[in-house]
Nanobody, 123 residues
Framework: QVQLVESGGGLVQTGESLRLSCAASGRIFSINAMGWYRQAPGKQRELVASISSNGRTNYADSVKGRFTISRDNAKNTVALQMNSLKPEDTAVYYC?????????????????WGQGTQVTVSS
């Protein structure tokens, strides 16, 4: 099986920074795209940032210039550096990855999710 474990959430004040990390482990053949999503109370889950296997990145308009996504293919990790945080960034943040795994006996491509980590930005 495949497991994604997140860390780095917490409570900060407006203008401060946080760095979220997520590590994938288990029976992994390869990892395609990885990304970070967030869900605030009363809102739909939205894509914050994504990164392809070769490093191509995309960001939501609301975080461009403030957040940076990166990955370490050798360690199967993805990180999200969040600078200049605003109260509007308050949400549960989830990492996700599209992974090819042989754990079922044949190679299967599927999406996997972390458990989520709370980010709270006070005004």
């Amino acid at each position: 099986q495949v497991q994604l474990v997140e860390s780095g959430g917490g409570l900060v004040q407006t203008g401060e920074s946080l760095r979220l990390s997520c590590a994938a482990s288990g029976r992994i053949f390869s990892i395609n795209a990885m990304g970070w999503y967030r869900q605030a109370p009363g809102k739909q889950r939205e894509l914050v940032a994504s990164i392809s296997s070769n490093g191509r990145t995309n960001y939501a308009d609301s975080v461009k210039g403030r957040f940076t996504i990166s990955r370490d293919n050798a360690k199967n990790t993805v990180a999200l550096q969040m600078n200049s945080l605003k109260p509007e960034d308050t949400a549960v943040y989830y990492c996700a990855a599209n992974i090819i795994s042989p754990s079922s006996g044949v190679f299967t491509r599927d999406d996997y999710w972390g458990q989520g980590t709370q980010v709270t930005v006070s005004s």
